[in-house]
């Protein structure tokens, strides 16, 4: 796993190194086309740097992050999402051109890391809250549309601790 630290992507961010795709989400093939973390083998776990806070608010898709990373971002204003790739899926979201037309849809992750991406506190895509910002942002109340996923975690669980 290649380590991303915050502080490097602002300054690539900045200098316009790393440019969000079309819906505005910096996933891995931005990360990787623009060479911010030289060859991407397994992955990229998204940390964070003190020395150089996080002032842009960002979308981004990683494959791990560090609480403290997940923290600053949403700090900013924007959003995490850690996102499991298999070999093949990571290599079809890589080099879409030797696929053809048709990709292949990844895995899921295997029991063993399975729970890390059902974890609302590792913002993985299998968890409930970020499955509802991405996926089914319509059917969220109207207050809900532009929140945080803490308050989508919230609000989703208010009533089970009453």
Do not use: C
Not at 3 to 22: C, H, M, S, T, Y
Not at 62 to 67: L, P
């Amino acid at each position: 796993m290649d380590n991303l630290d915050l502080g490097k992507l602002q300054e690539w961010i900045r200098a316009g190194r790393v440019v969000p795709n079309q819906s505005g989400v910096i996933t891995l093939k931005e990360i990787s086309d623009s060479n911010i973390v030289g060859r991407i083998k397994h992955g990229v776990k998204l940390l964070a740097s003190p020395r150089v806070p996080l002032t842009d608010p960002i979308m981004i898709h990683v494959s791990r992050a560090s609480k403290s990373a997940i923290a600053a971002v949403e700090a900013a204003g924007g959003r995490v999402m850690t996102v499991y790739n298999n070999r093949l899926a990571l290599r079809a979201l890589l080099k879409p051109h030797k696929f053809g037309a048709v990709l292949p849809r990844s895995a899921r992750p295997k029991p063993k890391i399975a729970p890390y991406y059902l974890s609302f506190e590792n913002r993985g895509y299998l968890s409930p809250e970020m499955q509802l910002l991405t996926s089914a942002p319509h059917a969220l109340p109207e207050s809900l549309r532009n929140a945080t996923p803490e308050q989508v975690h919230e609000a989703l669980y208010a009533s089970r601790d009453e």
